[in-house]
Nanobody, 116 residues
């Protein structure tokens, strides 16, 4: 079955950096678009970044230029490099993918806290 396991969250000061990782299993990773979402307390879950199987990235406007999504198809892993973190970036970050039947798959999430 599809499994997505995130890691790399933690506490970081404003202006700092973190890299999130998501290891995937149970499907042919290289053929799927991979996404990172986030959800802050009291807010809706939002798409932060996505990366198609062809390698085309897209980003939430507020993270453009600060975050970079990448993938290693040999390791079945998608990354989110986050630089110049702001307090507003604090949230639970989720790895996501979906299949052609419309099924969505989610990881358990990893907490990112940006605070001095």
């Amino acid at each position: 079955q599809v499994q997505l396991v995130e890691s790399g969250g933690g506490l970081v000061q404003p202006g700092g950096s973190l890299t999130l990782s998501c290891v995937a299993s149970g499907f042919i990773f290289s053929r799927y678009t991979m996404n990172w979402y986030r959800q802050a307390p009291g807010k809706e879950r939002e798409l932060v970044a996505g990366l198609s199987f062809a390698g085309a990235p897209n980003y939430l406007d507020s993270v453009q230029g600060r975050f970079t999504i990448s993938r290693d198809n040999d390791k079945d892993t998608v990354y989110l490099q986050m630089n110049s973190l702001e307090a507003e970036d604090g949230a639970v970050y989720y790895c996501n993918t979906g299949d052609w039947l419309g099924n969505e798959y989610w990881g358990q999430g990893t907490q990112v806290t940006v605070s001095s």
